[in-house]
Nanobody
Framework: QVQLAESGGGSVQAGGSLRLSCAASEYSYNRYCFAWFRQAPGKEREGVASIGSDNFITYFDDSVKGRFTISQDSAKNTAFLQMNMLRPEDTAMYYC?????????????????WGQGTQVTVSS
């Protein structure tokens, strides 16, 4: 059973930065995907970005392009989400997800493993 642990959330003012981390336990698959999702109060969980074992990256939300960067340290089974120029509308619970697949999906149902979430709050 893979366990994911997020860290790095917090409260910042608009224009600030945060770096989220997602550490995976016992993840030794050759083909896998890491993804970040977020869920604001009263809204559905939505995909932010994904990165595959081949480092193929997809940003699912156009509003984060140019501001957020997804990356990974394969040796440490850890994924990251660097968030710059944060906006109040980025406020949400951010979740890390992982799954054994070649093509990384954008839907929550594409992922079997989830972290507990980390809160990001951006004030204006």
């Amino acid at each position: 059973q893979v366990q994911l642990a997020e860290s790095g959330g917090g409260s910042v003012q608009a224009g600030g930065s945060l770096r989220l981390s997602c550490a995976a336990s016992e993840y030794s698959y050759n083909r896998y995907c890491f993804a970040w999702f977020r869920q604001a109060p009263g809204k559905e969980r939505e995909g932010v970005a994904s990165i595959g074992s081949d480092n193929f990256i997809t940003y699912f939300d156009d509003s984060v392009k140019g501001r957020f960067t997804i990356s990974q340290d394969s040796a440490k089974n850890t994924a990251f989400l660097q968030m710059n120029m944060l906006r109040p509308e980025d406020t949400a619970m951010y979740y890390c997800a992982a799954d054994r697949r070649i093509l990384c999906g954008s839907r929550p149902g594409d992922y079997d493993y989830w972290g507990q979430g980390t809160q990001v709050t951006v004030s204006s």
